[in-house]
Nanobody, 127 residues
């Protein structure tokens, strides 16, 4: 059974930082593209960042570029999302996602490209 477990969420003031972690178990994700998505109350889940299996290629939604950094440690089967200069509009439940198949070292943006999802971790940014 594949399991993705997020951690690192919490309450932070605007301008602060948090680092989210996503630990994979049940199979190795060292060769899998991974992504982070977020869902604010009453809104649909949206793409935040993605990373290729090697970590060499990344993508970000425009609103987080220059503030968030996605990275991975394949030896630890873990993906990270470093979030700096947080804003109240970053408040959401953040989800980690993994893709079970891939044909090249690339990233995937759309939620439909991912097969496995974590349970989510709440990030709240106060003004």
């Amino acid at each position: 059974q594949v399991q993705l477990v997020e951690s690192g969420g919490g309450l932070v003031q605007a301008g602060g930082s948090l680092r989210l972690s996503c630990a994979a178990s049940g199979r190795t994700f060292s060769g899998s593209p991974m992504g982070w998505f977020r869902q604010a109350p009453g809104k649909e889940r949206k793409f935040v960042a993605a990373i290729s299996w090697s970590g060499g290629f990344t993508s970000y939604t425009d609103s987080v570029k220059g503030r968030f950094t996605i990275s991975r440690d394949n030896a630890k089967n873990t993906v990270y999302l470093q979030m700096n200069s947080l804003k109240p509009e970053d408040t959401a439940v953040y989800y980690c996602a993994g893709r079970s198949s891939y044909s090249s070292d690339t990233y995937y943006v759309g939620a439909s490209n991912y097969d496995y999802w974590g349970q989510g971790t709440q990030v709240t940014v106060s003004s």
